[in-house]
């Protein structure tokens, strides 16, 4: 059974760092397209970064490039996003989903099949 789970969310000060991480259970990460999506309380579901199985990157939301980044740890069969220099408005749930293929090029989550239950980031101003 694939299951994901996110890790490492929490309460920060604005300016600071966290570092979430997607880990995969029944399967091996390395192989599929990762993708982090978000959501703030009463706004959709928004798409930040994916990474496919090439580890190509594709940034859906402006606001976050320069600021994050996403990785692989496969020795942990994680996707690990980096979050840096954070902003109130980036409180939200964050949640990671696994597909195959290309990232997207838009940020649709339809290609992810399984989600992780979300972890919640809030950024203090």
């Known amino acids: 059974q694939v299951q994901l789970r996110e890790s490492g969310g929490g309460l920060v000060q604005a300016g600071g760092s966290l570092r979430l991480s997607c880990a995969g259970s029944g399967i091996t990460l390395d192989y599929y397209t ?56 980036d409180t939200a749930v964050y949640y990671c989903g696994v597909g195959v293929g290309p990232c997207p090029t838009g940020p649709s989550a339809e290609v992810f099949a399984s989600w992780g239950q979300g972890i919640q980031v809030t950024v203090a101003s």
């Open 34 to 89: 990762i993708g982090w999506f978000r959501q703030a309380p009463g706004k959709e579901r928004e798409g930040v970064l994916c990474i496919d199985s090439s580890d190509h990157n594709t940034y859906y939301t402006d606001s976050v490039k320069g600021r994050f980044t996403i990785s692989r740890d496969n020795a942990k069969n994680t996707v690990d996003l980096q979050m840096s220099s954070l902003k109130p408005e």
